[in-house]
């Protein structure tokens, strides 16, 4: 008897360190690279997972009551000096940091972050303006035959105010702004866009604001924003572009080599042409779950601003941006 639990003991044991043996060998051929995003993504969802069990899609957010009560993130924005150094000719980032490390002797240069992209692309964060210049300059005259080095446009944070009942205009909007929000008193506003949205018998205007570095942070401590003779609610406007064929990220639609995706069941046609039930499935999920092995939770709509994939993406350009 005794012998007989043993032997069913040990051949159980034996299934469960093959599996886990063929485990280890899927993560393997992974890769680095995978293994860090998958890590990373895992994070994401585990940390959205302790705050909530129910998934909530940005318009669902956007419809939340005045009278409840929640505790505003306040990011911090702090400008950044980056180079983005690109070959002309198709490569790996390795080979471009090899490149760089032949070239150019970094020891006296301010260097506080180094990024790889794709293609070879490396972007590489200097301390302050003043030094990025320095840095353009040695790189321009040992590495300008095979690369293109550029600074980006500087980018200033953005805010996005909804549920205004009153349309005005750019300059009204903006007069609004500065004259109501004392934080908003100095310093530069833009108005990137304005949009009207429909709800059922009434309309209410959305806007995206641009704002100075050193007023976001005072701003995002606030809870509404003063504009005419209502009290309006915003967020921080950072927002991953997606496309609207295949639902995924970083590229639109006019751009897209991918099949198209409807975001209500998945099938390959648009999503005003479907007729099929409604399915709560999110295509990236589903993706990255085939594709990584992540085990993320894929019942969630595709524009779900809680899908951990466009977490990812969002921290990136965070990241990119200065948050």
Same mark, same amino acid.
């Given at each position: 008897m005794h012998q007989e639990m043993y032997l069913k003991n040990a051949a159980e044991i034996k299934k469960v360190r093959e599996v886990a043996e063929q485990m280890v060998k899927q993560v393997e051929v992974v890769g680095n690279e995978n293994e860090k995003l998958c890590s990373e993504i895992k994070t994401i969802a585990k940390n959205k997972s302790s705050v909530t069990q129910q998934q909530k899609s940005y318009a669902n957010v956007l419809k939340m009551s005045d009278n409840t009560q929640t505790t505003r993130e306040v990011p911090e924005f702090k400008k950044r000096t980056p180079i983005i150094?690109?070959?002309?000719?198709?490569?790996?980032?390795?080979?471009?940091k090899q490149d760089l490390n032949n070239k150019i002797n970094p020891y006296h240069l301010k260097i506080t972050d180094i990024k790889a992209g794709q293609n070879g692309v490396m972007?590489?964060?200097?301390?302050?303006?003043?030094?990025?210049?320095?840095?353009?300059?040695?790189?321009?005259?040992?590495?300008?035959?095979?690369?293109?080095i550029k600074i980006p446009r500087d980018y200033k944070p953005r805010l996005f105010i909804t549920d205004m009942h009153f349309e005005k205009n750019s300059d009204e909007l903006i007069e609004c702004l500065k004259n109501q929000n004392k934080c908003l008193e100095q310093g530069e506003i833009k108005v990137i866009k304005q949009y009207s949205v429909k709800n059922n018998t009434k309309t209410y205007y959305n806007a995206i604001v641009e704002v100075d570095e050193c007023m976001f942070t005072s701003v995002m401590k606030l809870d509404k924003l003063n504009?005419?003779?209502e009290r309006c609610r915003f967020y921080d406007g950072v927002n991953v572009t997606t496309c609207f064929k295949c639902k995924g990220?970083?590229?639109?639609? &006019?751009?897209?080599?991918? $099949?198209?995706?409807?975001? %209500? /069941?998945?099938?390959?046609? =648009? &999503?005003?042409?479907?007729? $099929?039930?409604?399915?709560? %499935? /999110?295509?990236?999920?589903? =993706?990255?779950n085939e594709k990584l092995n992540l085990g993320l939770d894929e019942n969630h709509l595709c524009n779900s601003r809680d899908c951990p994939v466009y977490l990812k993406h969002l921290s990136a350009k965070k990241h990119r941006l200065g948050y």
């Open positions: 150094v690109k070959p002309k000719a198709k490569q790996t980032s390795e080979k471009t972007v590489i964060d200097s301390i302050d303006e003043s030094e990025r210049e320095k840095i353009k300059e040695i790189m321009d005259k040992q590495m300008s035959d095979k690369y293109e504009i005419g003779w990220y970083n590229h639109k639609a &006019t751009d897209c080599k991918s $099949e198209e995706v409807c975001s %209500k /069941c998945l099938g390959k046609h =648009k &999503t005003t042409e479907c007729n $099929e039930t409604p399915k709560n %499935k /999110c295509i990236n999920c589903i =993706k990255a």
